[in-house]
Each structure stands twice: as C-alpha cells, then as structure tokens.
C-alpha cells in the first residue's frame, strides 16, 4: 500500500472519529437545552456550565468538579425554583461531563489499552437498539401522532420535569452516562497519570462530605425525637440517607467508599485516612442500615483477610477471623430488625421477584423486554401464588437484583458483557496475574467486589447519585491498574461483531 493511500485512510479514520465524537456529544448534550429553556435556577445552571465549561478545557479539573460536586446535589435540589424528577441535578452533571468529554478528542489515545472501552460499547449498543425497539413500539400504538416529534418536544423542553410516554430515552442516556463516565474517566486518568492520585483523593473526599451530611441529618432527627426516647432505641430504628430516598442503594454507595478507604488507610499506614475517613463513611453506612450492604462488606473484607493469612500459612488465624465475620454480621442483622421489613417476608419477596424476573428472560433471552421496562413487564408475571409479592408490589416493581434487572431488560448476552466489564475490575485486588496493583486500586476494586455483591440484593445502579460514585471508581481503577498488551485484535473485532450484531438485529426486531 502506497504511503498517499496510507494517508488517505488515516485522514479518513480521523474524520470518523471527530464524527463519531461530536455526534455522541450532541446526544448526551441535549436534554441540557431542555435545562437551558426551563432553568431550576441560577445556581444550578451555573453549576452544570462550570461542568461542562471545565471538562471542554482541562477534563481532569471537570473530572474534579464533577466528583465535588456530586454529593451536594441532594440538597440543591431542594432549592430548585422548578420541580425537578429525582435526581435530575446530578443527571445534568453527568451529562454535561459525558458530552464535553467526547468533544475533547485528546484523551482518545488511551482507547488501545482501555480495559473498558470495548464491554461499554457493547453495552451502549445494547441500550440503544432496545430503546429504539421500544420507541417504534410506542409509535405503532399511536399511529395518529407523529412520535418523533414528540420525542423532541420532549427531550429540548419538558425532560427535566416529566418522563411522559419517554420512560426508555430516561433510561437509555442514564446507562450511555454512566458507561461514558467510567471510559472517560479511565481515558483521561492514562493520558495524565499526574492526576490519578488526586482524583482518587477527591473521590474518597466526596463520600466523607456525604457522610457529614447524613451525620448533620441524624443529629437533625435526633433533636427531633421525644425527649423521653432511649438514644439507643432512636438509632436502632433510624435509616438515614441524604443522598436518595432508596436506604439500600445508600448503604452500597458507603460500602464502596468504606471498604476502598479501609483497604487504603491499612495499607498505606495512612492514620488520617482510618481516623478520619473511615468513621465518616462508617457514619452514613451504619445510618442506612442496609442488610445487603453489612453482609457484603463482612464477606468482601473477611475474605480478604483470611486470604491474606492463608499465604502465610496462618490457619488458626483465618478459623478465628471466619468466626468473628460470622458474629459480626449476625451482630449487625439482629440491630436492624427494628427498623426493617421482617427478613423472612425481605427473602421471599426476592425469591419471588426473581421467578418474575426468570420468566421474562425465558420468554425474552437475547435482547430483554426493554430498557428501563422491567416494572410495567413484571405485572404479567406476578401470579395470585405470589401472595408476599402482590401485597408489596401489586403494579410491579423492580427485580432488587441488578444483575437480574439487567438480564431481564437486555438480555443474557448483555448480562455476560455486564460481568465481565464490572468483575474484571472487581478480580484487581484478588488477582494480580497482570502486575502488582497500588493500595488505592486494591481498595477501590474490594470495594466494586461489595458493591456488587450487595447489588445482588438490590438496584442500587438505578439511583443516578449511586451509579455515578460506581461508574467513577470504574474507571479510577481501570485507569491505575496495569495497562493491557497492545495486541488486542482479538478482543477488537469480538467488539465490532457484537456491535453489528445489535445493529443488525433491528433489522428483525422492528418488522
């Protein structure tokens, strides 16, 4: 090949990479014009320009202020001058980060030894393919409007305020900002190995502010309490979250955080990390009061231990570690029977819920019900046996299993790429084939491990504030551990056919 068709083609990838970028950044970016027509005020559209405006200039100092600014959107919505949906501050945010990320096309250079670039784009195509698929449902059901116009009626005015008919775009761009935010983050952290560490800091500083809220919101409740309440029976039935509504998906956001600030300040000999840190993520932990999570962290950080003492052939050590997690999480499991649902009633709902959840993926296995479809679905399968399930969620709900909630909604092959994008972060701090890892990345990816493993339990991705803490320690951990090897040709095109797969499928799929 001649050194001018050489040329050609590169000008040409260039050209399709710059398409590919901007095209993306106008996607994520515009429900932002909708924010921009109906401000919430000045604060928050200052706040989502900041973003945006930092991360088009120097993506580590947008990184930065994405993170800062994360656990500070609860409370600013509050003071929203228009009626937000839950979590739409934070939506922005991401948003606004994901869409000046793809402009800046300077950080693409680490793409060749992204561990997650490949998986997120399958996922991505996953995710668009079913909210087309469901959009042209909806399209043949009201044939007399023309839906398309609708859909960017929506989008560009009313997105922040109301869902309306649209709940699958909601969905789609909640799980394409999530998946660009892991990407870039591990993108920009390769390019400028410089700011990893501060990055993993402001992370880690973030949960504490987040703690210091939710211990400021139970000394709120307290003073609030009758004043010939027991202290100790006002905490035992006390659950706490700042961040969202949903106590569990709060409990796996302070896990994530705890285990990664625990496995750092051990490690490292960093006092101030486990004086300081520790006891503020403890805080919000404890105040959420998630059985789910309790177990996760005792099973993540019990089995660190006795693998660490099995390699120095210290065994009695490992029976008496293996004892005191036992007592510990049943510790823990008999002080929250006050403040929650009976663990009996907790378990069958669960078992239910996934029979429901079984039985939606066996009669939709390859590609799911929908994106985002899973509650309006799961009221065909709810049976009159199910009497725990019908009495607490008569018109659906979700699968309180994330990983069957993604199976259930995109199908199994999309569920495979989920575990092995997630749990190849999740192994760093086990495995270590690859090289050595640094604290910070051991901690971050044990704490992904209990993240995970108390998503088994719950949804805690659906809540935006806690998906967006998960997505950034992805891609902080992705971006500090050994790089892969440069020939990945392989993996390449594995990507690209599962890719076109998708893309292919519509072919059937709307006929």
């Not at 009061?289 to 231990?305: F, K, P």
């Not at 296995?365 to 049976?383: A, E, K, L, Q």
């Not at 270590?432 to 890892?437: E, H, K």
Request: proline share 5%.
């Amino acid at each position: 090949m001649s050194l001018s068709m050489q040329s050609g083609l590169r000008r040409r990838g260039h050209i399709l990479t710059v398409a590919s970028h901007v095209l993306a950044a106008a996607t994520l970016a515009l429900p932002l014009v909708a924010a921009l027509r109906h401000p919430a005020g000045w604060f928050t559209t200052l706040l989502v320009t900041v973003v945006f405006g930092a991360t088009a200039l120097s993506p580590p100092i947008g990184l930065l202020a994405l993170i800062i600014s994360l656990p500070l959107t609860p409370a600013l919505e509050r003071f929203s001058a228009v009626p937000l949906l839950p979590a739409g501050l934070t939506e922005m945010l991401l948003l606004a980060f994901c869409s000046a990320s793809w402009l800046r096309s300077d950080h693409a250079s680490g793409a060749s030894r992204s561990r997650l670039s490949g998986p997120a784009l399958v996922l991505a195509a996953a995710v668009v393919t079913s909210a087309i698929c469901e959009f042209s449902a909806l399209a043949a059901t009201l044939p007399q409007q023309p839906q398309s116009l609708e859909l960017w009626r929506h989008v560009t005015a009313d997105y922040w305020q109301t869902m309306g008919p649209f709940g699958m775009v909601h969905h789609a761009l909640r799980w394409l900002a999530g998946l660009t935010v892991a990407v870039a983050t591990e993108r920009i952290l390769r390019v400028r190995p410089l700011w990893w560490a501060t990055t993993f800091r402001a992370w880690l500083l973030a949960g504490c502010l987040a703690g210091i809220l939710t211990g400021l919101a139970v000394v709120k409740l307290l003073l609030r309490s009758p004043p010939t309440a027991m202290l100790f029976d006002v905490l035992e039935s006390l659950r706490v979250s700042v961040l969202t509504v949903d106590v569990n998906a709060a409990g796996s956001y302070f896990a994530l955080l705890l285990v990664a600030a625990l496995v750092v300040g051990v490690r490292r000999r960093q006092w101030l990390t486990l004086a300081v840190a520790v006891p503020l993520l403890s805080l919000g932990f404890i105040a959420a009061q998630s059985r789910a999570a309790m177990a996760a962290v005792t099973a993540v950080v019990s089995g660190t231990i006795m693998l660490n003492l099995g390699r120095t052939g210290r065994a009695w050590r490992m029976v008496v570690s293996g004892l005191a997690a036992v007592l510990l999480l049943a510790g823990a499991l008999y002080a929250t029977s006050q403040s929650h649902v009976a663990l009996t009633d907790a378990t069958a709902v669960r078992l239910q819920m996934t029979r429901v959840g079984l039985q939606m993926t066996r009669h939709f296995p390859v590609f799911g019900v929908g994106v985002g479809d899973y509650v309006r679905m799961s009221r065909r399968w709810i049976t009159p046996d199910m009497e725990v399930l019908r009495g607490f969620a008569p018109r659906g709900e979700n699968a309180h299993n994330n990983f069957l909630q993604v199976m259930a909604e995109l199908g199994i092959p999309a569920l495979l790429v989920f575990i092995y994008m997630t749990g190849s972060v999740a192994l760093l701090g086990w495995r270590r084939r690859s090289g050595p890892v640094v604290p910070e990345v051991e901690g971050l990816s044990l704490g992904i491990a209990a993240f995970l493993l108390s998503a088994l339990f719950g949804h805690p991705l659906l809540v935006s504030q806690v998906g967006a803490l998960f997505w950034l320690a992805m891609g902080i951990a992705a971006s500090g551990a050994p790089p892969l090897p440069l020939r990945r040709s392989t993996s390449r095109y594995a990507v690209a056919a599962a890719v076109l797969f998708y893309v292919v499928s519509l072919l059937w799929r709307l006929s």
